[in-house]
């Protein structure tokens, strides 16, 4: 999309912004989309490591997207968990009271979960 030089230049930066407003809405849906497959876990548990390290990095992208869903701690901590309840049947619960105060005062982090998913699995 291009403007003659001779437009006015809010007319040039309103259309800009349109543009550039329309890009943001589509990777917030993109990201969206993301956060609602990276909380499928794996069918099995050789795949659990691979599957970690991917959901870390979808969180921290759309963490940077601003998707609301993750912009809570413990919105995320509880979506991971539902999630997790799949594939580790008793673990979510006990880490979930054993992590409650940081997720309660919203310091938990999702580097922190990763991390101590990997060790979960490390011992499995």
């Known amino acids: 999309m ?3 030089s001779t437009d ?5 930066y309103t ?3 349109e543009a550039v407003d329309v890009t943001n809405n589509i990777d917030k849906q993109e990201a969206t989309h ?3 497959e990276a909380l499928k876990p794996p069918k099995r548990m050789k795949d659990f490591h691979k599957w970690i390290g991917n959901w870390e990095q979808g969180m921290n992208l759309v963490q940077r997207k601003k998707v609301s869903a993750t912009l809570s701690p413990s919105n995320l ?3 991971l968990m539902n999630a997790l309840a799949e594939i580790l ?3 979510p619960e006990s880490y979930e009271i054993y992590k409650s ?3 309660e005062d919203e310091t938990i982090t999702f580097r922190t979960v990763a991390n101590d998913l990997r060790k979960v699995v490390d011992r499995t």
Do not use: G, T
Not at 8 to 12: A, E, G, I, Q
């Open 2 to 4: 291009s403007l003659p």
């Open 8 to 12: 006015p230049l809010l007319k040039w």
């Open 15 to 17: 259309i800009l912004k």
């Open 34 to 36: 993301l956060y609602r």
């Open 77 to 79: 901590f509880n979506d």
């Open 89 to 91: 049947p008793n673990r």
């Open 101 to 103: 105060d940081k997720v």
